[in-house]
């Protein structure tokens, strides 16, 4: 387990103890004991562009404003350069409103829609493979030695996963540094709170990595390539379709982090090999992810 100074590397580091992330449920296990044991929270979270209603997310509840930004930014609703006056959070009514200076084209064009807790449901996927036309990626290296030390780090830092499980985990890293580390029932919102935190802070991506527990889906490696970064790592297995899109964007995407192992389907070219893979020790199997888990 990673000690305090591990986790002083983080701008934002997951809050396993935060008592309204998770919930005690009383059960019995398999022999018919009872056990107690802390599961996920999820609630509701409707996102707002100016007057229109655009999603209703189920999420645990934590960083909603950077989920709401997050969100409409990787859907291609806030463009670059576009003005936002607001971001108001109303806990009671579990609601984000998003507000820019003039009206932006998607008020009038979107119903409202509903996106679950696993996947995209609702997802406007068709804007998003609009989004990536003129998309182009730095051409920034990275070390086999960073990706390595990475996993280190992220497998062995405290977090809601280890805790109760049923939760995905998006971290942004910048070489073996991991910088802010997201964690939701969907790995979609996951990966939608980082954009919303460098959108907010104005970080830039050129430099980055994302490294998501998540499998490495076409929804995915669109956000990525979205938000600007040029290389997406995962501990779990790669779509045919994400696959392409990396290869049609310029995408490195790496899965299958496991210890001293790793696949690298698309932007290989990035790789630089300066860590010797015999020299990195096996991971310690109480501190596996379940890099399968969807």
Not at 209 to 216: H, M, P, V
Not at 229 to 238: D, H, K, T
Not at 263 to 276: K, T
Request: glycine content about 8%.
């Amino acid at each position: 387990m990673a000690t305090r100074d591990d986790l002083s590397d983080y701008i934002i580091a997951p809050d396993p103890d935060a008592r309204r992330l998770t919930r005690a449920v009383a059960g019995v296990d398999h022999t018919g004991a009872p056990v107690d044991i802390r599961v996920i929270e999820e609630r509701p979270l409707t996102i707002y562009l100016n007057r229109q209603e655009i999603v209703t997310a189920m999420t645990i509840g934590d960083y909603p404003e950077y989920l709401a930004l997050g969100f409409l930014r990787n859907q291609g609703m806030l463009k670059d350069g576009e003005e936002i006056i607001g971001v108001d959070y109303d806990e009671e009514v579990e609601t984000v409103v998003v507000r820019t200076v003039g009206e932006t084209t998607y008020e009038d064009k979107l119903k409202k829609k509903t996106r679950t807790s696993g996947c995209a449901v609702g997802t406007v996927f068709g804007d998003m493979m609009e989004g990536l036309e003129g998309v182009t990626l730095p051409r920034t290296p990275v070390r086999t030695s960073w990706l390595y030390a990475l996993a280190q780090k992220i497998n062995r830092t405290p977090s809601l996963y280890l805790t109760a499980g049923a939760i995905h985990g998006t971290v942004l890293c910048r070489q073996d540094r991991p910088l802010v580390y997201m964690e939701d029932v969907g790995r979609h919102n996951a990966v939608d709170k980082i954009a919303g935190w460098m959108l907010s802070e104005r970080v830039p991506a050129a430099d980055k990595i994302l490294y998501t527990t998540g499998r490495l889906t076409s929804e995915m490696v669109i956000k990525t390539a979205m938000m600007g970064i040029p290389v997406l790592a995962s501990r779990s297995g790669f779509t045919a379709w994400g696959v392409e899109i990396a290869r049609q964007v310029g995408l490195t995407v790496i899965g299958r982090m496991r210890g001293r192992r790793f696949v690298c389907l698309s932007g290989a070219e990035r790789l630089v090999r300066d860590a010797d893979p015999a020299s990195v020790p096996e991971e310690d199997r109480k501190h596996r992810r379940k890099g399968a888990a969807s």
